[in-house]
């Protein structure tokens, strides 16, 4: 099992930035990838960010990138997501995901096993 941590959520203006941290524990040798989904109230998770936990390789969704960076702290088992010039629109429920089951379905909500529970950003305009 893993568990993940999200943290650094809040309320921010437009233009502004956050950091946000996911913590994992537990068998983290076993994953393959990690990534970051949100959810705005009334639409569908969606794909943010990912990376393979050897971080070998990065990928940002087209509505993030530019702004929106994922990274690796390999000695704290903590993954970040830097969110600069945020948007009102960026303002959702952001979830941090990690599977073992391999990088292929990294954009995908089905490809994931373990997911934290979520941590709130909010811009303002």
């Known amino acids: 099992q893993v568990q993940l941590v999200e943290s650094g959520g809040g309320l921010v203006q437009a233009g502004g930035s956050l950091r946000l941290s996911c913590a994992a524990s537990?068998?983290?040798?076993?994953?393959?990838?990690v990534g970051w989904f949100r959810q705005a109230p009334g639409k569908e998770r969606e794909f943010v960010a990912a990376?393979?936990?050897?971080?070998?390789?990065?990928f940002v969704a087209d509505s993030v990138k530019g702004r929106f960076t994922i990274s690796r702290d390999n000695n704290k088992n903590t993954v970040y997501l830097q969110m600069n010039s945020l948007k009102p629109e960026d303002t959702a429920l952001y979830y941090c995901?990690?599977?073992?089951?391999?990088?292929?379905?990294?954009?995908?909500?089905?490809?994931?096993?373990?997911w934290g529970q979520g941590t709130q950003v909010t811009v303002s305009s």
């Open positions: 537990g068998r983290t040798f076993s994953l393959t990838s």
């Open positions: 990376m393979w936990w050897s971080g070998y390789n990065t």
């Open positions: 995901a990690a599977t073992y089951r391999g990088t292929r379905s990294y954009n995908m909500y089905s490809g994931y096993d373990y």
